[in-house]
């Protein structure tokens, strides 16, 4: 069992930098693969970012691709989201979620952080 509890959204200017982190419960959270996921109210899910369990391995959206960077703190249990050069299509509910090493499927969720960006 692994619960995940994001922080780090608020409101920034167009241009600006955020960070999210995604804080772990769980003695197996480095054995899981990490995503970052956004959702606009009304639209589906997007997937922003995914970090592997070892860190070795990272993967981004085209849209983010360039901006924003994952990473993983494993002694802290902790994943990160640094997000650069903010857009207002940025906006977003962010969720972390965990997968089992190379799964599509993500088992667990976060309740997700808002994060707003304005013009």
């Known amino acids: 069992q692994v619960q995940l509890v994001e922080s780090g959204g608020g409101l920034v200017q167009a241009g600006g930098s955020l960070r999210l982190s995604c804080a772990a419960s769980?003695?197996?959270?480095?054995?899981?693969?990490i995503g970052w996921i956004r959702q606009v109210p009304g639209k589906e899910r997007e997937f922003v970012a995914r970090i592997s369990w070892s860190g070795d391995y990272t993967y981004y959206a085209d849209s983010v691709k360039g901006r924003f960077t994952i990473s993983r703190d494993n002694a802290k249990n902790t994943v990160y989201l640094q997000m650069n050069s903010l857009k207002p299509e940025d906006t977003a509910v962010y969720f972390c979620a965990a997968a089992q090493q190379g799964l599509y499927v993500y088992n667990y969720w976060g309740q997700g952080t808002q994060v707003t960006v304005s013009s």
């Open positions: 769980g003695r197996t959270f480095s054995s899981y693969d």
